[in-house]
């Protein structure tokens, strides 16, 4: 029998202090043969098993779904969004949301209305560079009185990147690192000498727009330069200063950093990958998943 989904009840610390009250009664009361102790025992002990079904019920009707994970950097803090819906016809208090063994802290809703959706955004660190996937997700509640706790999982399957963390020297290598038989007379870039238009392409630099030509009726184009002193530089993994591999991811993330700043037309040579120069966030966060991915 599959039992994924369905709530299940753990006792929380205040439960002990409730067995020991409730003891404590039941002794006197019996001891004493006091009325007013016995209906105080039966009264306290009726709310505690009351109480067990509606913590149940307090987290079966909430589905939990997650939205996508903006990549981060090893060291960094990845950040899941997450919607909690109540699909019951009533209100629902004290819900706790938590990504099960990512060393995150839980995320508190107070209430959630009948049919009404709360959103939360759970952190929890990003400890080396790769792909993940967050499994499950786990809602739990201590409603009513706070001595059982009610928890409820729920899988999904929602995947991430951590790209390396960027450490070494921020200087960009020379033009001297670039293979010889790849290092053009003249290349595109952001010089002095403007050098004509050609077709956007999405993630290029808005900045290279001619937004002149669009505010005419023209479609998207870019503004290409020529340029000797700033060309377009390759990122070689097996020129990057670093006594291991993950050191050398590193170096490489820095430098994508910092050309990416600088507005450099930039490359990037992985053992058996190579992506061409070009500028612009699709560029910037292609070059990171392959240092990602990397094995």
Known sequence: MNLAGLPRLRPTAA?????????????????????????????????????????????????????????????????????VTNQSGKPRYGIRVQVPDSGGNEQAVDEIAAGRAARVLIRFPARARGEYDVKRLCLASAFP?????????????????????????????????RSAHNRPRTELGEGDDFAGVRAYKPGQSQRQIDWKAVARGHPLMTKQYTTEAT????????????????????QLAL????????RRSYGLRLPGTEIAPSLGQAHFHGCLRALALFK
Request: net charge neutral.
């Open 15 to 83: 439960l002990g202090g409730l067995v020991f009250v409730l003891f404590a009664m039941w002794y006197a009361a019996s001891s004493q043969n006091n009325a007013a102790a016995y209906l105080l025992f039966f009264t306290l002990s009726s709310l505690f098993v009351v109480s067990i079904p509606h913590s149940l019920l307090n987290v079966a009707s909430l589905k939990a779904t997650t939205e996508s994970v903006k990549p981060t950097f090893a060291g960094d803090e990845v950040s899941l969004p997450v919607e």
């Open 231 to 250: 060309g377009a530089l390759y990122l070689d993994f097996a020129t990057a200063p670093g006594s291991d591999p993950e050191a050398r991811l590193a």
């Open 255 to 262: 430098w994508i950093i910092e050309a990416e700043r600088a």
């Open 145 to 177: 009185l706070g001595v059982l706790r009610a928890t409820k999982r729920i899988n999904c399957h929602q995947r991430f990147l951590v790209y390396p963390k960027p450490e070494g020297n921020p200087r960009l290598p020379r033009d001297g690192a």
